[in-house]
């Protein structure tokens, strides 16, 4: 079955770089399009927001708004991981980033990991 471990979280002060990876199984991975998101504090699972898009090939990527020129995804087809490159950490960064894959039934049916921890202390 469909599998995304994410690892790479952890507690980095204000300025500070992470770089989160998201480990894929049970699928064609260079088949689809992958993306984190987040979670802030006192936030609702509905309310994750995107914050980086990668297509299977790596042509496509998009970032939220707030996060352009901090931070890179990437990915390694071959070893099937998705990176995030977070630099330039600020507190308003901290939230549980999660690996994410849409799935062809539908939004509900989409494969989510169990997410990493950023804390960013100011």
């Known amino acids: 079955q469909v599998q995304l471990v994410e690892s790479g979280g952890g507690v980095v002060q204000s300025g500070g770089s992470l770089t989160l990876s998201c480990e894929a199984s049970?699928?064609?991975?260079?088949?689809?399009?992958l993306n984190w998101y987040r979670q802030s504090p006192g936030k609702e699972r509905e309310e994750r927001e995107l914050?980086?898009?990668?297509?299977?090939?790596?042509?496509?990527?998009r970032y939220h708004a707030s996060v352009k020129g901090r931070f890179t995804i990437s990915r390694d087809n071959a070893k099937q991981t998705v990176n995030l490159q977070m630099n330039n950490l600020q507190p308003e960064d901290t939230a549980k980033y999660y690996c994410h894959r849409a799935s062809r039934v539908g939004p509900a049916n989409a494969y989510w990991g169990q997410g990493t921890q950023v804390t960013v202390s100011s």
């Open positions: 049970g699928f064609v991975f260079s088949a689809y399009a």
């Open positions: 914050v980086a898009h990668i297509s299977g090939d790596s042509t496509v990527i």
